[in-house]
């Protein structure tokens, strides 16, 4: 059965600080994946996905992550995080007819 | 257009009660979730509907916890005897398809107190 690990459970950080959040998944078969965020009070929202073409993809408010399929990992970055980007993290995995999410790893922006 | 939403919005009940919690996806979306987020944890997942075939209950945590959708509409989880630990947002996402590239849409979400 497919899984996803999210290391980081919570990360905090300066305005302006670079970030990046290690998603890790084990399947080996062809995935889809995804990054979502809850906002405080918010449901979850979609920030970016990979389905396939360039590992590379951009998402909304900044944010891209990259697929390394060789590390079997879906890194989350932003260059520049701002006090609007406190939120919750999820990282998640379809393959195989089920979809997995991480544990979530919570982001706390300090002005 | 319309995105899935959830109700009741919010629910407390006491301990031992029965509560039911609906989802109406988005029209033609095939597959149906249904994940639990306590506080402080990351999502659970409960239990998933793909089309007409048998849903997939393997993150059901207990006999308690029972799902319903006819067709390709609405969904109703219901969690009888509810107990204090049972306490959590609900959340319900669909989608178009499951084989392929697909997005889930979530709900808002249902949050459940239990007294």
């Known amino acids: 059965a497919q899984s996803v690990s999210q290391h980081n459970h919570h990360v905090i950080l300066s305005e302006a600080a670079s970030l990046e959040l290690g998603c890790n998944y084990s399947?080996?078969?062809?995935?889809?994946l995804f990054w979502y965020v809850q906002y405080p009070g918010q449901h979850l929202q979609l920030l970016l996905k990979y389905f396939s073409g360039d590992p590379l993809v951009k998402g909304i408010k900044g944010f891209e992550a990259e697929f390394i399929k060789s590390k079997f990992s879906f890194n989350l970055r932003k260059p520049s995080v701002q006090w609007s980007d406190t939120a919750e993290y999820f990282c998640?995995?379809?393959?195989?007819?089920?979809?997995?999410f991480g544990a979530g790893t919570r982001l706390t922006v300090k002005p | 257009g319309a995105g899935v939403s959830q109700s009741p919005s919010n629910k407390v009940t006491e301990k031992g009660k029965d509560v039911e919690l609906r989802c109406d996806p988005i029209?033609?979306?095939?597959?149906l979730y249904w994940y639990r987020q306590r506080l402080g944890q990351g999502l659970e997942f409960l239990i998933y509907?793909?089309?007409?075939?048998?849903?997939?209950k393997s993150g059901l945590p207990s006999d308690r916890f029972s799902a319903e959708r006819t067709g390709e509409s609405v969904s109703t989880l219901t969690i009888q005897r509810t107990q204090q630990e049972d306490s959590a947002v609900y959340l319900c996402?669909?989608?178009?398809?499951?084989?392929?590239?697909?997005?889930?849409?979530f709900g808002p979400g249902t949050r459940l107190t239990v007294l």
């Open positions: 996402a669909s989608t178009a398809h499951l084989a392929g590239p697909n997005t889930q849409y």
């Open positions: 029209s033609g979306h095939t597959a």
């Open positions: 509907f793909q089309g007409n075939s048998a849903p997939d």
């Open positions: 399947y080996g078969g062809t995935v889809n």
């Open positions: 998640a995995v379809n393959g195989d007819n089920d979809m997995r």
